[in-house]
């Protein structure tokens, strides 16, 4: 089986108890998996009965099914409060939409739409004890 490399980068950082991941795409599943890997060191960081996630996606910011379905199965095993999307810097804000509105209702997650990261902070903030 061919090994390709990870297509996307990502720079994670944490503000509070707000988990902020800023990933350009393309993604293939060689790049979720270094994501999943970044994502689990960064919950080791907050409190992680009490956390939500701001994901800001930039470029051409889209993935295959079956990358979606491997992030679904993921994410499931998280403890997030609730994510916050800001769309305004993917190059395809619709179909970027779509995906996470499809992995994020996959799993069950309480997720938000925004084009400004200050207010997708404050709706964040809400969703913390």
């Excluded at 779509?98 to 938000?112: E, H, N, V, W």
Aim: glycine fraction near 6%; proline fraction near 2%; charged fraction near 20%.
């Amino acid at each position: 089986m061919n090994k390709f490399s990870a297509h996307g980068k990502t720079h994670i950082c944490i503000e509070g108890n707000i988990i902020i991941i800023e990933c350009v795409g393309p993604w293939n599943i060689e790049y979720f998996k270094e994501l999943h890997s970044e994502i689990i060191e960064a919950v080791q960081k907050v409190d992680r009965d009490n956390y939500a996630i701001l994901l800001i996606p930039r470029g051409e910011a889209i993935c295959t099914h079956e990358t979606i379905d491997f992030h679904i199965d993921f994410i499931r095993q998280g403890n997030n409060k609730a994510v916050a999307v800001n769309l305004s810097q993917s190059e395809v804000p619709n179909t970027t939409e779509s995906i996470c509105r499809t992995a994020y209702q996959g799993a069950g997650l309480t997720f938000k739409f925004f084009d400004c990261n200050e207010q997708a902070k404050t709706w964040l903030m809400t969703k913390l004890n």
